[in-house]
């Protein structure tokens, strides 16, 4: 007889996650913000069964898009999650324009560790996914959603730019299908 998997710490994060994104959507989208989360999660777990990846994967918005704090993400779920989270948080500061705040967390993600990059390809593979839907359903209209100055060319600057900082994990299947999206969607 097999084991149950155990899973009862991505069960606290899942739950963790649903109370803290509670009555928000996702950007203008019509469905509940933490179906992106989720998704996040489930990419992730096609690369790792690690629980506290998984965890923060189903957390890595709540600190950037919610009340939450690092700090009680560290008292809950430990170091490593905080961590992880932390690493997907993108810097604060107003005085930076759009592209300067991307290139920012591009160099944080391209100096992480190989598990921070595992978290991080679960929430842009999800990100990019919702792009070329867009794309293909709307067509330019697609990137005002971004509030992009460059519109279309900075966006793919960013996310081609994620694809290079990500390239740790080529060999994955996630990480393929985040740059046959990008073939899909920007050519």
């Known amino acids: ?20 994104h509670r009555g928000t959507e996702r ?3 019509g469905y509940p913000y933490i179906l992106h989360p989720m998704e996040a999660a489930a990419i992730v777990a096609t690369v790792t069964s690690d629980p506290e990846m998984l965890a923060a994967a189903v957390l890595h918005d709540t600190v950037e ?10 008292e809950k779920f ?22 300067e705040k991307r290139a920012m967390q591009v160099e944080q993600l391209a100096l992480a560790p190989y598990d921070s990059k595992v978290v991080a390809i ?21 990137w005002k959603l971004f509030h992009a100055p460059g519109g279309k060319a900075d966006v793919e600057w960013y996310y081609r730019s994620l694809g290079d900082a990500l390239s740790d994990l080529s060999e994955t299947l996630a990480y393929k299908e985040f740059v046959w999206l990008l073939e899909l969607t920007f050519g």
Do not use: C
């Open 1 to 20: 007889m097999n084991n149950p998997l155990e899973t009862s710490f991505f069960d606290e994060a899942a739950k963790f996650a649903i109370v803290a």
């Open 27 to 29: 950007r203008g989208k």
């Open 65 to 74: 898009d919610t009340d939450v704090t690092l700090e009680q993400i560290r």
């Open 78 to 99: 430990g170091d490593r999650v905080a961590l992880l989270v932390q690493h997907e948080t993108a810097p604060e500061s107003n005085h930076l324009t759009w592209r």
């Open 122 to 142: 679960g929430d842009k593979l999800s990100n990019l996914r919702g792009i070329a839907r867009d794309y293909h359903l709307y067509g330019d209209a697609t």
